[in-house]
């Protein structure tokens, strides 16, 4: 198997990083940028397979250069966070807004990075570019009383993106179940809830649902939804290799709610929340996938659309908008 070629971007005279990368068994050093205006154009030259990038490169900003590889030459980068305390929380959260797969502090052992970039080069990117829907929608199937949501890679920036533009007196619960690593979920809806009307919390297992507010599955644990109208954690095993499951919530979702149920998958790797969706068509629901022009990764929603699940297929910021009439309707 070929070595992964790697552009390391570290500021000059530091080699974390690049030694990092050249002592790896099956990394390679593909070149290495002294800033963030260098990383775009090596990123172009030297086309390759991941990017590591330490957010205090100088030069232009990392998150700046992120955002226009992302743009110009698609490629895995993985931020490695510099900051300690609340600003490493807002470095990463910056990271994935920008495009990152992965923001992480240097790790104790190096096996740990190497194995990171080579699960961050096997992602499929898509270039970022002007978002736009890439088939007209069919006709609502009715009014929404919940609103289920999954995402994965890609998913934090995406959804606040979607929470900032929702109305502050939305007329239905939100769910969320969004894969991200143990321990960040508190500082990923710390940042929802400066972009937006709409309160963020991690669900609390017996809590009654209410409108205007966004529940989001705590780490390790299914969100489902009780008779009685109430958050239900469960430690049952993962589905899909995945707890919390996108297919869990939904499938509780067009159980408690039925025709009322509105299901939005948006970007992420792998098929989570397939199965969960066809529940909810099953029951009269509708659903909604984030389009591939938008996408970090469009493995979930292409998932769903090649199954035949999708009723709506557009941007963020369209889907804010579908969510807020579906309510209305």
């Known amino acids: 198997m070929s070595a992964l070629r790697v552009l390391v971007v ?15 068994p099956a990394t390679e050093l593909a070149a290495v940028a002294a800033t963030g205006h260098q990383a775009i154009s090596l990123a172009q030259r030297v086309q390759p397979d ?6 205090s490169v100088a030069g232009g900003n990392a ?24 600003g490493a ?24 990075l190497h194995d990171l970039l080579h699960a961050m080069a096997a992602v499929r990117l898509v270039r970022r ?12 199937r009715g009014s929404a009383r919940l609103v289920a949501i999954g995402a994965s890679t890609g998913g934090p920036a995406t959804l606040r993106a979607i929470f900032a533009a929702l109305p502050v007196d939305l007329d239905a619960p939100v769910l969320v179940t969004q894969h991200i690593s143990s321990g960040f979920s508190a500082g990923m809806v710390s940042w929802w ?27 390790d644990h299914h969100l489902t939804i009780s008779p009685g109208f109430a958050v239900a954690l469960s430690t049952a095993p993962p589905s899909g290799g995945h707890r919390p499951s996108a297919s869990v919530m939904f499938r509780s979702a067009a159980e408690r709610f039925g025709p009322g149920t509105l299901a939005v998958i948006l970007t992420g790797m792998g098929r989570d929340g397939v199965d969960g969706l066809a529940d ?23 998932a769903a659309i090649d199954a035949g699940l999708v009723d709506f297929i557009l941007p963020p910021a369209a889907i804010s908008r579908h969510i807020a009439d579906a309510v209305a309707t």
Do not use: H, W
Not at 50 to 55: D, H, K
Not at 90 to 112: I, K
Not at 280 to 302: I, L, N, W, Y
């Open 10 to 24: 570290e500021s000059e005279g530091q080699r974390r990083l690049a030694d990092a990368v050249a002592d790896g």
């Open 89 to 112: 929380d807002r470095t990463r959260a910056r990271s994935r807004e920008a495009g990152a797969l992965a923001a992480v502090p240097f790790p104790e052992r190096t096996a740990e």
């Open 63 to 86: 998150f700046d250069a992120t955002r226009e590889i992302m743009t110009v030459a698609p490629t895995p980068v993985v931020m490695i966070i510099d900051e300690v305390g609340a």
């Open 193 to 219: 809830n400066t972009a937006g009307p709409l309160r963020a919390k991690i669900a609390e297992d017996g809590e009654q649902l209410a409108n205007g507010t966004i529940y989001v599955a705590p780490d």
């Open 280 to 302: 909810v068509r099953r029951a009269g629901g509708s659903v909604c996938a984030q389009d591939e022009a938008s996408c970090a990764v469009f493995g979930m929603p292409k």
């Open 50 to 55: 991941a990017i590591l990038m330490a957010s």
């Open 129 to 140: 570019r002007p978002a736009r829907a890439v088939r007209p929608p069919r006709a609502a």
